[in-house]
């Protein structure tokens, strides 16, 4: 009897125990739930503090930024704020440190909504009408120091009118030496980037800038000279000594020939060197027939119209079926002009097009001619690539 009821004792103590042990639980769970909310509020109230430097809202549809940057002869902030007042002053009529505040035109703002945006007074340059800064930089480009470098686009005094290369300007504002200088380019609009390297060898950071209008490129190569800014190369002229400095034409047997109008550069293509058959180069009356799958297209099933060719003979009417060009221009400044110096020189490649297929690359290195003061080709590389892949072919 005396056993039986230690064993009913000790049940009853063990049910209790679970019982407080349970409650316990609970208590830990409401505390931790508690806290983990107060932790929560606590972390969207230093969200919503630090929400001044980055900010959506459904009224511009754009994430606002704002930067700041000091220097000996003035102070300048950026941003893509939509509303404000802005200024860049005339470095003549400031004494001390300049304030510069600056609205970046962006890739968001739509040219049939630019005029609703606020805009700086540059009419000490010569610019009366309504003008977007693109770009600004800071950098050592007159050989006195560092100036802030604008790129700027004029919108046209007529609305109505389609926006031009014309419209898009060069400024340099020296506030350290108090003056200004400004060109006229015919970049575009669309500016990938800005960037500073010395091409010409003088110690002075040159200025090159690039747009991409229609996938293609256009650029400017810019200068300190004789006390003004000059254009040294523009693409967009009459001496292109990128794509208007090639011809790619049309053999029989299935070849292309690849010449440059300046300098001996020639080189004869094999299309079935480099991996393509007959049957996708002879033409067929039957539509659609041996059409060649683009090798690097995930689905083989994308074909691609090479029949050019009839019995090994080139068909007149196929003879504007080449061209090299830059086609694909991704991120130009990085892959292209971040590196240039006047020791290496401007390296560009080009893309080489036979129909709708890419072949291979001509890479052109273009240096500067002290002398004549103009850039010329100095070094040409032809890189094909192989089509020979069996998957495809």
């Not at 590196?339 to 297929?357: C, T």
Request: glycine letters at 6%; a negative charge; charged letters at 30%.
């Amino acid at each position: 009897m005396f056993k039986l009821k230690r064993i009913i004792v000790l049940f009853n103590t063990i049910i209790l125990l679970a019982i407080s042990l349970t409650g316990c639980s609970q208590k830990l769970k409401t505390i931790q739930g508690k806290k983990a909310e107060k932790q929560e509020s606590s972390s969207d109230e230093m969200q919503d503090s630090n929400a001044d430097s980055s900010v959506v809202t459904e009224e511009n549809q754009i994430e606002v930024y704002n930067e700041e940057y000091h220097y000996d002869s003035f102070n300048l902030k950026i941003t893509n704020a939509r509303t404000g007042e802005y200024n860049v002053p005339n470095p003549e009529k400031v004494s001390g440190v300049a304030d510069v505040n600056i609205r970046k035109f962006c890739e968001d703002d739509y040219l049939d909504e630019a005029s609703e945006y606020p805009v700086c007074d540059f009419s000490y340059l010569g610019l009366n009408g309504r003008t977007h800064v693109v770009e600004a930089k800071v950098g050592n480009v007159t050989g006195s120091g560092e100036s802030l470098v604008l790129e700027l686009f004029k919108e046209n005094d007529n609305p109505k009118e389609d926006y031009e290369p014309s419209n898009v300007y060069i400024a340099v504002i020296d506030y350290l030496s108090k003056v200004s200088y400004v060109l006229q380019t015919d970049c575009h609009y669309r500016v990938d980037d800005m960037v500073f390297n010395d091409i010409t060898g003088d110690g002075v950071e040159d200025i090159i800038i690039s747009g991409i209008p229609n996938k293609g490129l256009r650029w400017n190569l810019i200068s300190f000279d004789n006390n003004e800014l000059v254009c040294i190369y523009s693409n967009n002229g009459e001496s292109n000594l990128e794509n208007d400095n090639y011809t790619l034409t049309m053999e029989d047997n299935y070849k292309l020939l690849l010449q440059s109008k300046y300098g001996s550069f020639k080189k004869e293509i094999s299309l079935l060197d480099i991996g393509l058959k007959k049957e996708y180069l002879e033409y067929e009356e039957i539509e659609g027939a041996y059409d060649a799958p683009d090798p690097e297209d995930e689905e083989p099933g994308v074909m691609w119209n090479l029949d050019s060719y009839q019995d090994g003979k080139v068909r007149k009417e196929r003879r504007d079926y080449l061209r090299v060009a830059f086609l694909d221009c991704g991120n130009l400044n990085e892959t292209r002009f971040k590196y240039a110096s006047a020791k290496e020189g401007i390296q560009l490649n080009l893309d080489v097009e036979y129909g709708e297929l890419k072949i291979g690359e001509v890479k052109v290195t273009l240096k500067y001619n002290k002398e004549k003061k103009s850039l010329y080709v100095a070094n040409q590389e032809l890189n094909l690539r192989e089509l020979s892949n069996p998957e495809y072919w």
